[in-house]
């Protein structure tokens, strides 16, 4: 009886140790469009130009310990194509054709892979990561660097990425009968608030 008694003990310390031990808890944010803000860069014969979303979507699940981001598992990230906004009509107007808006509403990325987590502190860190980018209807697999801060209930990406828009099929958009060209190079700036 006394063993039966000793072990009931020894199994319930054990258990009360491995709960109080592990804080560990998955959780979903969502983009809170508001906050963010993500804008595409780019060059052209007459002067350099820049587009900015105003409608961002998509949603990341992670794995928060004591206050400190120690896994991502999931990250779907959106930008509603035709809420590219350049404040020019006639750039917009291109830039929607180039990519193929009326087939293709959203612009994407899917997180498929995470290459390396490293937190420099409980607060920030840098998040190496593979996922598919799919723009025009076009995917390709992408190495992303995220860097990431935790404040509270919030969680905010940011990074940047120069892509080739070619390598999407898209025709890089040109204006004033073909006078204005646009370069294949654009580069990704965003800094993304997920909020629970």
Known sequence: MKTTNNLRLLLGSFLVMVFSATTMTAQTYNVNSGA????????????????????????IKVKIEDGQLVQLDQLDFAVVAESLKSGKGGMDKNTYKALKTENHKRITYQLTKVNNLDCTSKTSCKISTTGV????????NVEMVFDAKVAGDKITLSGSKKIKMTDYKVDPP???????TTGDDVTIKFQTVFSK
């Open 36 to 59: 963010s803000n993500l804008k595409v860069e780019g060059t052209s014969n007459v002067h350099d130009w820049e587009i900015a979303a105003k409608e961002l979507q998509g949603a």
């Open 133 to 140: 980018l799919t723009i025009a209807g076009t995917k390709q």
């Open 174 to 180: 040109t204006a004033m009968f073909g006078t204005i």
